[in-house]
Each structure stands twice: as structure tokens, then as C-alpha cells.
């Protein structure tokens, strides 16, 4: 990984780019996709510090600031929504975005995310976890061509798709995300998995699942419910007798190694997060009559493949330059997993559950 000189945090951020870069400050005014992942690297906000940049130029010059201040990126957010659809591809999902907002009011996934999240994790990807690896991870639980599989966290449908290729078994996938679910839907569409691998949008508040599931799985999706137990009953009730699940999810584990740095990564989430502590989720599994196989600490593991796909970022990025959509949702992704990087082994933990129903 990068390092970068120590600098004077508490500084302005412009300030503190002049530190950077000896006075510069023009240098910002329209920085390149090496400066915004430098910004991202050191924590600050490359928009913040390009109006800066653009402010202190409008004072120079002695006049009022301009328009050209909303967009400090050079890249105009909304333009795709501005395109027809018919020059677009993507303009239906673009529609979506607003369906589901942050607490700032942003889209929790925008199609650039979701552009930026495949750059940093491989296509039809939104984590670490790819298909060859999940894979691997539901081996153990006998899938067939007889048995089905509900994927609770199917982001671009890629683990689903491998499962179900790898196994020829039928793999229904929900995703909270409505631009993921219905990017996931045309990419099954489009390979001919509609009906093996279809992949709708839920609430997971409100799960109501019909029929039942020899395997239901989860990755990363119990801590951001906040009722769980009525997400868990659920569960239950869509597991068929001596059927299995699988959960990968954070957890909380004793007091925060710096309540800074913890409580840096609950704002940079998109949405509230909930995390339990893995006893009391193994305890709340066997309190619905769940035989709680395995509960396992793979906080390593989960560090070590955040950190490889940051490794293949960046020797890429070296050689292909992202364009302006795909830079600024990469930026917005890397933020996010900056921030769990930093309470990850510190105060959070990231557990293999594995349980089966009773027959």
C-alpha cells in the first residue's frame, strides 16, 4: 500500500492540500483521478476541496462565484438521468436510484457505485466474496440439481450465478439495493439464468418469503436489520426441515480500540447499521430451534481479501484510467471499506455462522 507523509490534520482541507503540494492550490481546481484517489487515500473529501479550490480562484479574480461550483468533480452527477433512454442503456436503472437514500440524502447505490464497486471486485460483484469462493463456502451443505438455494444479499447476482452453474441447482436471490436487484435481473436475463437465477428486490424489514429453501445464505446483510428477530423467524420458516444456513456478517466484539475511528465507520455506511455481538447471534439461531453448527472468527480472512482487491485496484488503475462515472463511485466505495478496514480486528469482527433446521 501507499504511504503518504503526515500532515497536519486539523488544518482546512485546502490548507492542508497546500501542505501536500507547496502552495498549489490550482492544482486542484481540476485534479486528476490519481489526485481524487490520493483525497480518498488521506480521508478528505475531493469535492469539498476542489470548491475550495474554485472558491478561493473566484477571489482572486474578484467575482462572485459561479455555477461551475456545483460541479467540482467535472463530471455532471445527474447527466445520465438527463440522456434518453434510447442513448443510455442504462437510464432504467439510473431511474432507481432515488428509491433508496442515505441519511445525506444520496442514493445508497447509484449506477456509478455499482460501476465503482465492479472495478474494485471483479464483475457482477459488489464485495469481496466471488463466486469461485462462494462456491467453496456452500460445498459442505450437498447442493443438486433437486435442491434450491435463497440468497438474502445477492448484490449483482455474481456468487448466485456461480452457485447455481457450479451446482445446477435453482438459487432465488433478493437484494435490499433496487438498482443492484434489477442490474442482477438483466444480467440473468441476458445469460439465460432468469428462471434458475432470478433476483428481485425486498425489504429485509419486511421479509415474507413463500416456499422454503434447502440452503439460505447471507453475507454481510443481519448487522443492517434492525429487527432481527423477526428477520430470523423468517429464516426459520423459509428453511426446510434438516435444510442449512449460512450467514458471513459483522459483529460487535468488546469496546472499540478508538470510538473515533468506530463511530467514523457508522457515518460512512450508507445506511444504520445494527451489529450484534456473535454470541447473541448464535444464541438468538439456537433459540428458534436451530442447531448452531459452527461459529467461527474470520475476521483475518474477510481483512486479507479487502486487501487483495485494494492490491488489484491499484496495479490496474496504473495501467487503464477509469473514467470520470466509474472514478467517483470507486472513491464513494473505497470510502466505505476504508472505513470497516479500520474497526475491522478493533472493535468488530466479521463470523462464519452455520446452522441446520431440525427435521
Known sequence: MHEFAEVDRAATPLDWWRTMDGGNWERWLEPDWR????????????QRLTRDARRRRSAARARPITSDVAEPLGIARSAGASLSGMNDPLAHLRALETAQLDRCGEPVWSVDRMRGAQALWGEDLTGPQGGPWMVDAVR?????????????????????RAIATAFDTWVTGLEPSPVLARMAMDRSRSLGLSKRVPVAHYDPEHLNQAGSFDLVLGDRILHRVRDKAWFLDQIQACTKPQGGILF?????????????QWNGWRLEEPQEVYPWSARRV??????????????????AMHRAQIMDGMRRLAESIETARPDGGVLSGLARELAVWWARLKVLGAGLGFYRFVAYRAA
Open 35 to 46: 489526485d481524487r484517489v490520493f483525497a480518498w487515500w488521506e480521508g478528505y473529501d475531493i
Open 140 to 160: 459442505p451443505f450437498g447442493l443438486t440439481p433437486a435442491r434450491s438455494v435463497l440468497d438474502l444479499s445477492a448484490g449483482l447476482g455474481g456468487p448466485a
Open 248 to 260: 458471513y456478517d459483522y459483529v460487535v466484539e468488546g469496546t472499540p480500540r478508538s470510538w473515533e
Open 282 to 299: 448464535g444464541d438468538e439461531l439456537v433459540q428458534r430451534n436451530l442447531d448452531l453448527r459452527i461459529a467461527e472468527d474470520v475476521t
